[in-house]
């Protein structure tokens, strides 16, 4: 079964808008990562957070994470058309942090 | 350019049939992981293996297998392939053993089995 379940599952904005994608996992964590995948292409790293952080900035993205709820959200400010694409995130569980586990992605688009 | 190269890009095969998918991580990476991307099922984790060892195992049916070999590369083996399989396969690597860094994925082998 997936780990983590993103929300929403689509998302359409205008370009210029923020966009806010939330990420729900199960078990604990050693860190959750967001990737984002261009379709049909591979998955490109974005940002990791580990679980004793609370916040981290890159760019125009900002992840959070709050273990005791067990979810994270991904924000991409000024959003642009070529941001169009899905995003994922992933966690590494405390169990078995050998493997990623994927989230179901949220489908992003960008409207010009 | 992640580093990581997958072989073939497209793959058309008959139900039944055996495939074999290559992956080259990238150069230094131990940790090899394999990843099954279908429409209905999501990404699904596979397997993984670190410097030649199996380390994980996910939801892997029994017709698949996979290796890692001395020189880091990775196979994944389908066989007896039924139409369900048609599906992108990533493969990954990342450097260190845990999951602590980022992946690095390849472009995808796409299967389609008709």
């Given at each position: 079964s997936q780990q983590g379940e993103e929300d929403p599952q689509a998302l359409s904005i205008q370009e210029g808008e923020n966009a806010t994608?939330?990420?729900?996992?199960?078990?604990?964590?050693?860190?959750l990562q967001w990737y984002?995948?261009?379709?049909?292409?591979?998955?490109?790293?974005?940002?990791?957070?580990?679980?004793?952080?609370?916040?981290?900035?890159?760019?125009?993205l900002r992840v959070t994470l709050d273990t005791s709820k067990k979810s994270s959200s991904l924000l991409i400010t000024a959003s642009r058309a070529a941001d169009t694409a899905s995003y994922f995130c992933a966690t590494a569980p405390m169990d078995s942090s050998y493997k990623l586990i994927f989230g179901s992605g949220t489908r992003l688009l960008v409207r010009p | 350019?992640?580093?990581?190269?997958?072989?073939?890009?497209?793959?058309?095969?008959?139900?039944?049939?055996?495939?074999?998918l290559r992956c080259?991580?990238?150069s230094g990476d131990l940790s090899v992981y394999w990843y099954q991307q279908s429409?209905?099922?999501g990404l699904q984790f596979l397997i993984q293996y670190y410097n030649g060892e199996e380390r994980a195992k996910g939801n892997i049916l029994?017709?698949?297998?996979?290796?890692q070999f001395p020189d880091?590369?990775?196979?994944?083996?389908?066989?007896?392939?039924?139409?369900?399989?048609?599906?992108?396969?990533?493969?990954?690597?990342?450097?260190?053993e845990r999951g602590d860094p980022e992946a690095f994925f390849g472009q995808g082998t796409r299967l389609t089995v008709v």
């Amino acid at each position: 079964s997936q780990q983590g379940e993103e929300d929403p599952q689509a998302l359409s904005i205008q370009e210029g808008e923020n966009a806010t994608m939330n990420c729900s996992y199960k078990t604990s964590i050693n860190n959750l990562q967001w990737y984002r995948q261009n379709s049909g292409r591979g998955l490109v790293h974005l940002i990791l957070i580990r679980s004793n952080e609370r916040e981290k900035h890159s760019g125009r993205l900002r992840v959070t994470l709050d273990t005791s709820k067990k979810s994270s959200s991904l924000l991409i400010t000024a959003s642009r058309a070529a941001d169009t694409a899905s995003y994922f995130c992933a966690t590494a569980p405390m169990d078995s942090s050998y493997k990623l586990i994927f989230g179901s992605g949220t489908r992003l688009l960008v409207r010009p | 350019d992640s580093g990581v190269t997958q072989t073939p890009k497209h793959l058309i095969t008959a139900t039944g049939q055996r495939v074999t998918l290559r992956c080259s991580p990238r150069s230094g990476d131990l940790s090899v992981y394999w990843y099954q991307q279908s429409l209905d099922q999501g990404l699904q984790f596979l397997i993984q293996y670190y410097n030649g060892e199996e380390r994980a195992k996910g939801n892997i049916l029994e017709r698949f297998s996979a290796q890692q070999f001395p020189d880091l590369h990775s196979e994944l083996n389908l066989s007896s392939l039924e139409l369900g399989d048609s599906a992108l396969y990533f493969c990954a690597s990342s450097g260190r053993e845990r999951g602590d860094p980022e992946a690095f994925f390849g472009q995808g082998t796409r299967l389609t089995v008709v």
